[in-house]
């Protein structure tokens, strides 16, 4: 059973960074193309970055581009946003999300795609 837990959410102020991390269990984080959404209430979830199982291609939104970069560690079988100067637009419940097993593939724009997803960790900004 596939299993994603993210850990690293909290409050910081704008300019502030954070760094999530999620932690896959129950699979090899090798075989997985794996992306990170977030949600702010009322709103519609929005794709943040993606990265490819085999690491090859990435992807980021605009509005986190130079900012956000998204990582994997397989020996510790975990995915990482790294965010950097953060702003209050980014407060949200952040998720990580994976495709099935080998399924290549990086695109923000399309949530569906993911179907293992994780509790989700906040984050706040605050002015």
């Known amino acids: 059973q596939l299993h994603l837990a993210e850990s690293g959410g909290g409050s910081v102020t704008a300019g502030g960074s954070l760094r999530l991390s999620c932690v896959v269990s129950g699979y090899n984080v090798g075989t997985l193309s794996m992306a990170w959404f977030r949600q702010v209430s009322g709103k519609e979830r929005e794709g943040v970055a993606c990265i490819t199982y085999n690491a090859e291609k990435t992807d980021l939104a605009d509005s986190v581009k130079g900012r956000f970069t998204i990582s994997r560690d397989r020996g510790k079988s975990a995915l990482y946003l790294q965010m950097n100067s953060l702003n209050t637009e980014d407060t949200a419940t952040y998720y990580c999300?994976?495709?099935?097993?080998?399924?290549?593939?990086?695109?923000?724009?399309?949530?569906?795609?993911?179907?293992?997803w994780g509790q989700g960790t906040q984050v706040t900004v605050s002015s």
């Open positions: 999300a994976a495709r099935a097993p080998w399924t290549m593939g990086c695109n923000i724009r399309a949530p569906t795609d993911y179907v293992h």
